[in-house]
Structure formats: C-alpha cells, structure tokens
C-alpha cells in the first residue's frame, strides 16, 4: 500500500504577475516526489481576464459553428498558462538535493488560474526545509522557505 503524503500549508505569495498575486498553496510530500500547488489569487484583473477569455471563446466556437470544416484557427489561449507558465520555479533543499521538475498542469475550465508541477526525487529523509525559487522574464526573483518538520 502507497502511503499517503505529509501535507505542507505555506499559503503564501510567491510573486506578482502583472498585479495577479500567485501564492503557494500547498506542497505535498510523496515518497517518489513533491507536489506543488500554486493559485493566481482573484481580483479585479483576473475577473476581467476570464471574462474576455469566455468572450473570446464564444466568438470562436460560433464561427467554427459557421465553418465546421475550417480548423485552421486554433482556440483562443486560456489566460492561466499566459500568466503562471511565465514563472519558473525550483526547489532546493539543505542537502543539496537536484529536485528536476517532471511535469506541469496549468489552468482548465474552472481552475484556469491553478498550477499544478511535480518534481522528483522526493524529500530526502532529515531535511529540515524546502525553498521555492521563482524568476521569470520581467518578474522578481524571489524564495521562500518552508519547514519541512
């Protein structure tokens, strides 16, 4: 049987993505890896972006309804990934651990400003901290620790 992860709740931003605030969310702790989660927090800039991103789609959808057959024009770019998929993240630990970065799920109806990455290994036994790099072009560099005890 699998054993299930410890859970880590930092709740806190990470950085500012053209005034949308993205905060840590959660870090699970899997014996394979770590989850991260991560959440561009709602306000008035992101309401307006997934308002103009449903406008968008509907226009679409009603011309490929007009043009069934014409499926050169792709499906307007939910406003998420243009936002998350700008910051990079990493993770280091006191032992010096290479954490890689294995796979990333940004955005989806419902949860368009959600970040989903996990990376491998997982936490080695005895470490007493992870921090969570961000960059990114135009962004600030920043990290934060997370007690992993």
């Known amino acids: 049987m699998t054993a299930l992860p410890r859970i880590l709740v930092p709740r806190t931003q990470l950085t500012d993505v053209d005034g949308i605030a993205v905060a840590l969310l959660t870090v699970e702790l899997w014996d394979?890896?770590?989850?991260?989660?991560?959440?561009g927090l709602p306000n008035e800039a992101t309401q307006r972006m997934l308002d103009e991103h449903e406008h968008d789609m509907t226009a679409w959808a009603e011309r490929r309804q007009q043009?069934?057959?014409?499926?050169?024009?792709?499906?307007?770019e939910e406003p998420g990934p243009l936002i998350l998929n700008r910051i990079n993240i990493g993770i280091t630990d006191e032992h010096g651990t290479s954490y890689r970065m294995m796979t990333r799920r940004t955005g989806?109806?419902?949860?368009e400003l959600r970040d989903e990455l996990?990376?491998?290994?997982?936490m080695p036994k005895g470490t007493n901290h992870l921090t969570?790099?961000?960059?990114?072009?135009?962004?600030p560099e920043n990290a934060i620790q997370v007690p992993a005890t």
């Open 32 to 39: 394979d890896g770590i989850v991260l989660r991560l959440a």
């Open 67 to 76: 043009s069934p057959n014409d499926t050169s024009e792709a499906p307007p």
């Open 108 to 111: 989806g109806t419902g949860t």
């Open 118 to 122: 996990y990376f491998q290994p997982g």
């Open 132 to 139: 969570i790099h961000t960059s990114g072009s135009g962004l």
